[in-house]
């Protein structure tokens, strides 16, 4: 298996702009993980999936923020307008199952690293 | 409220030194921990992870992690580092959302392990 992927590896843009990172999730996995890592913040989960349906927005930072998950395989996180403090390395990840029953782990994309000037 | 907390930010061994990486955690519930490594560039890699069964749980690279119930603490060693080693290192709880059956991960805000020849 090619494990998560995502796209782009490094996105630079201006204050302003729209960004959107894309996320290929682990072929059979039924969540998925959005999180965003910051020098200052650490590790912070931002949104996840269950089945396509989204079940905890809460870490959703702004309403500028925005993820969807159109079917099994394919999930974007967007920024519309985006600003300087948004600079951060995005990650997806993806497992199998997130019941409390289940130990499965949580598998990780190489990250989308965002840099708004 | 669950949480996981990293003692240091920063950590230097050298090479053919004990690796010691703390975390301490804070759960009302039996917890799962896991421990995760962020080489360069990368997205984050499973360690090792304790889901009630052994409280000495081994992982992959030579690595261990020790859940110590009356300490609050999973701790990660590894005997001998390696100049491999050098990476960041994130311990993690599995916390139960309320009003729901789903779960999801708490991570540190990460060690970073620096190696001397």
């Known amino acids: 298996d090619a494990g998560v992927i995502q796209s782009p590896r490094h996105e630079v843009t201006e204050m302003g702009q729209e960004v959107t990172l894309r996320c290929k999730p682990i072929s059979g996995h039924d969540y998925l993980f959005w999180y965003r890592q910051t020098m200052m913040r650490g590790l912070e989960l931002l949104i996840y999936?269950?089945?396509?349906?989204?079940?905890?927005d809460s870490g959703m930072p702004e309403d500028r923020f925005s993820a969807k998950m159109p079917n099994a395989s394919f999930s974007t996180l967007k920024i519309q307008p985006s600003e300087p403090r948004d600079s951060a390395v995005y990650f997806c990840a993806s497992s199998l199952s997130g019941t409390p029953q289940s130990t499965d782990t949580q598998y990780f994309g190489p990250g989308t690293r965002l840099t708004v000037l | 409220a669950q949480s996981v907390t990293q003692l240091g930010s920063h950590v230097s061994v050298s090479e053919g030194a004990l690796v010691l990486l703390r975390c301490n955690y804070s759960?009302?519930?039996?917890?799962?921990l896991f421990w995760y490594v962020q080489y360069p560039n990368q997205g984050l890699q499973l360690l090792l992870k304790y889901t009630s069964a052994a409280t000495l749980v081994k992982g992959i690279n030579g690595f261990e992690a020790e859940f110590k119930k009356s300490e609050t603490s999973f701790h990660l060693t590894k005997p001998s580092a390696h100049m491999s080693d050098a990476a960041e290192y994130f311990c993690a709880v599995r916390i139960r959302l309320l009003m729901n059956r789903d779960d999801k991960i708490i991570f540190g805000k990460g060690t970073r392990l620096h190696i001397l020849p």
């Open positions: 999936f269950n089945n396509n349906v989204p079940i905890d």
């Open positions: 759960s009302s519930v039996p917890p799962y």
